[in-house]
């Protein structure tokens, strides 16, 4: 019974850790401009787009060229917030009581 409870409680813990690094990550953020710099994207940590801003030169691309633009900027934002999430959770692996 004893072990039960002492289980019960290293999930309370951990469930506090998560939500303790999901704040952290909520106020993270990425900043990311596309290849020709005709886009920037805002993210944060936990993968919520914040801004998008359009450069006034974008008249110079046609759509094909704007789509790989923006397609390129928002797959490295996803990618830098993926990799700043799985550092915070490495973070938090140390902290993991063992099963």
Same mark, same amino acid.
């Given at each position: 019974?004893?072990?039960?409870?002492?289980? #019960?409680?290293?999930?309370?813990? #951990?469930?506090?850790?998560? *939500? %303790?690094? +999901?704040?952290?990550?909520?106020?993270?953020?990425?900043?990311?401009?596309?290849?020709?710099?005709?886009?920037?994207?805002?993210?944060?940590?936990?993968?919520? @787009? +914040?801004?998008? +801003? @359009?450069?006034?030169?974008? *008249?110079?691309?046609?759509?094909?060229?704007?789509?790989? %633009? #923006?397609?390129? @900027?928002?797959?490295? /934002? @996803?990618?830098?917030? *993926? /990799?700043?999430? /799985?550092?915070?959770?490495?973070?938090?692996?140390?902290?993991?009581?063992? /099963?």
């Amino acid at each position: 019974m004893f072990n039960k409870l002492g289980q #019960l409680k290293d999930l309370w813990n #951990l469930k506090n850790q998560i *939500q %303790e690094i +999901k704040k952290r990550l909520d106020n993270m953020v990425i900043k990311v401009e596309s290849p020709n710099h005709v886009f920037e994207v805002t993210i944060s940590g936990s993968q919520e @787009v +914040k801004e998008v +801003k @359009v450069n006034e030169n974008m *008249q110079s691309f046609n759509q094909e060229q704007l789509g790989e %633009e #923006l397609k390129s @900027v928002i797959n490295k /934002a @996803v990618r830098d917030s *993926q /990799a700043l999430a /799985a550092q915070a959770m490495g973070s938090m692996a140390g902290g993991m009581p063992n /099963a």
